[in-house]
């Protein structure tokens, strides 16, 4: 059984930093790959970043430079530094791990970006 609890969301003006966090439960943290994605009112869930279990990154080309995925396998934890947050990054953030036909999804967490 796989549990991802995230934290770290909030409100940020324009221009500022958060950190999301995901804390994973089970065993197969370090073989999977892990992902970011984020939902705004009204839009598809889009994919923010990914990792893989060696630690290749992925980012959608609307937050390249401006985010960063990382994950500590020893911590069973993944998280998201985003930077630079402009008003349409405002949306509720989902970590998701992936392993073979296993897929768990976090509770969500808001992050609201102020102009």
């Known amino acids: 059984q796989v549990g991802l609890a995230e934290s770290g969301g909030g409100l940020v003006q324009a221009g500022g930093s958060l950190r999301l966090s995901c804390a994973a439960s089970?065993?197969?943290?370090?073989?999977?790959?892990m992902g970011w994605y984020r939902q705004a009112p009204g839009k598809q869930r889009e994919l923010v970043a990914d990792?893989?279990?060696?630690?290749?990154?992925n980012y959608a080309d609307s937050v390249k430079g401006r985010f960063a995925i990382s994950r500590d396998n020893a911590k069973k934890t993944l998280a998201l530094q985003m930077n630079s947050l402009k008003p349409e990054d405002t949306a509720v953030y989902y970590c998701?791990?992936?392993?073979?036909?296993?897929?768990?999804w976090g509770q969500g967490n808001q992050v609201t970006v102020s102009s």
């Open positions: 998701k791990l992936t392993w073979g036909s296993v897929n768990a």
């Open positions: 089970g065993s197969i943290f370090s073989q999977s790959a």
């Open positions: 990792i893989t279990s060696g630690g290749r990154t």
